[in-house]
């Protein structure tokens, strides 16, 4: 089956890179759990410090999750508008550009080129190109729906987070001599992109996805968009009140943060609940069913990531032991993963086989791996909370030193350091299958 629009071809590029960098990713996670179950050589960590190699790994995560929300939009836009994409050359140019700048910061990390915050390690002037990136990304995309033969709410709440997200960015380029200063603008980043306007672009994707693979009314899909958007929005913008209990931030921060961050997993279990009741009254008429359980299984670990181990943490009266403990990575993959990584992989598969020609394609080995992914997080997680549980009780309730907890740890990071391995073999399998999707219906349908 051809594509509906050529244009929707720029979207494969930018997939195929998501992915390579996505196996980079999780080689280098491998790396960080190692770092902490072993004691790697000084020289080597003089060459490789935690922190490089730390901020390696998470700049990759978002680069590639950006990277495949990018090559998400130019895959939906020209459907949803009934136009070509703008300019697909703009397109290519834009890609080209982001990568270059990503791979530029990542290996200036290690020579200790950066800017030093947490997630947002790309220096100065590296960080004006992204700016620069994501406005032709803009224009490109604002031009395609200017020129749309029709305007859908999907398509406005998939601009309105994708520009929300850009301004946000924005806020990281100065630095504020004052240190409070500058950890309160960093969570404009961080906190209003995974908690607001990347929940803006999930919810306008999955809602796209669902009209695709059901046959919902498109009405009843955009009724309960308005809802959770809404509500995301209502949620997510007070909650960055969480983290601004200890950084020397008024205390009404603890009051404003506790309740609406506790509030949060609202719109997401909404969002679960929605998914579920289409999918499951229409099992029937599904067209993919591949897509279907990449769709239900990340309503469900988006809200077992975010909603649950993120409420675990949020009020300040237990967010004062688990502070920047592990039981906040434990959260911080399995939302990421659940959230963002599962949504880009939905929308793979969905596009995927369109992108090559294919109406059917078998799904066998791509069941496997999202299996194989899912439960391998999920059990990751879990390793992840028992070290987190350990060293909130050994050194924020006995008050024992930090190496003291780090010892009792290690055995985690161990089993941490073994599950990297499978899940990067679910990595693989997974990009493999995407790479080389075979004709012939899928499993289920041949049965
Ligand atoms: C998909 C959505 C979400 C993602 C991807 C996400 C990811 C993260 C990450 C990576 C961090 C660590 C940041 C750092 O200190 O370096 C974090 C912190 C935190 N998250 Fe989330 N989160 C999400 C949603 C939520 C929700 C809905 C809640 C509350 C119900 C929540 C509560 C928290 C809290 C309280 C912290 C601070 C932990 C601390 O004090 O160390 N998160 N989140
Ligand atoms: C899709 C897969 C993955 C995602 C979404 C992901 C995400 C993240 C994020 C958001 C952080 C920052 C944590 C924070 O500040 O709270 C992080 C750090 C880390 N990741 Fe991953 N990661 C993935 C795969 C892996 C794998 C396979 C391993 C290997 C076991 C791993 C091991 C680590 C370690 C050890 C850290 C450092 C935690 C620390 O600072 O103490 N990650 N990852
Ligand atoms: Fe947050």
Do not use: C
């Not at 508008?81 to 550009?97: D, F, G, M, N, V």
């Not at 490109?140 to 601009?159: D, E, H, K, P, Y």
């Not at 950890?183 to 607001?196: R, S």
């Not at 943060?257 to 949060?264: D, H, K, Q, T, V």
């Amino acid at each position: 089956m051809p594509l509906a629009y050529p244009s929707q071809r720029v979207a494969y590029p930018y997939f195929v890179v998501a992915l390579l960098l996505f196996v980079l990713q999780v080689i280098v996670g491998i790396w960080l759990a190692l770092s902490y179950a072993l004691t790697i050589p000084q020289w080597l960590v003089d060459l490789l410090p935690f922190s490089t190699t730390r901020a390696v790994h998470t700049n990759l995560l978002v680069l590639w999750l950006l990277l495949g929300f990018m090559g998400s939009t130019y895959f939906m836009a020209p459907e949803e508008t009934e136009r070509e994409i703008y300019s697909p050359t703009l397109a290519y140019i834009q890609l080209l550009l982001l990568v270059g700048t990503g791979v530029t910061a990542l290996a200036g990390f290690v020579f200790g080129w950066t800017k030093g915050k947490p997630l947002l390690e790309i220096p100065f002037p590296l960080d004006y190109l992204v700016v620069v990136g994501a406005l032709i990304f803009l224009f490109n995309v604002g031009m395609t729906i200017l020129r749309a033969r029709q305007w859908t709410v999907i398509q406005g709440s998939l601009f309105g987070g994708l520009v929300f997200l850009a301004v946000m960015y924005l806020f990281n380029l100065p630095f504020y001599a004052n240190l409070s200063i500058d950890w309160y603008y960093w969570w404009w980043v961080i906190h209003l992109w995974v908690e607001g306007a990347w929940e803006l672009v999930a919810a306008a994707l999955t809602a796209w996805i669902l009209i695709k693979i059901t046959n919902v009314p498109r009405a009843t899909v955009e009724k309960w968009l308005y809802v959770e958007l809404g509500l995301f929005l209502f949620t997510g913008i007070a909650g960055t009140g969480h983290h601004y209990y200890w950084l020397g931030a008024p205390s009404y921060w603890l009051w404003v943060g506790g309740i609406f961050s506790a509030l949060e997993p609202v719109p997401i279990l909404l969002m679960l609940a929605d998914a579920w009741h289409y999918l499951r009254n229409r099992r029937s008429e599904i067209k993919g069913r591949l897509v279907f359980t990449y769709a239900v299984g990340m309503a469900i670990l988006h809200f077992v990531g975010a909603g649950v181990w993120g409420f675990a943490h949020t009020l300040p009266q237990i967010n004062y032991y688990t502070h920047g403990s592990q039981i906040t990575v434990a959260h911080g993959h399995l939302a990421f993963f659940g959230a963002y990584v599962l949504l880009n992989l939905t929308f793979f598969y969905y596009a995927m086989p369109k992108l090559k020609g294919l109406t059917l394609f078998n799904e066998r080995r791509g069941n496997i791996a999202f299996w194989w992914l899912s439960i391998t997080m999920s059990v990751m997680t879990l390793a992840f909370s028992v070290a987190g549980v350990l060293q909130t009780h050994i050194e924020r309730i006995m008050g024992l030193g930090y190496m003291t907890a780090q010892a009792q740890m290690r055995l985690s990071f161990a089993i941490l350091a073994v599950l990297g391995v499978v899940f990067l073999g679910g990595v693989l399998l997974t990009v493999v299958d995407l790479m080389t999707l075979r004709p012939g219906p899928s499993a289920k349908e041949a049965a």
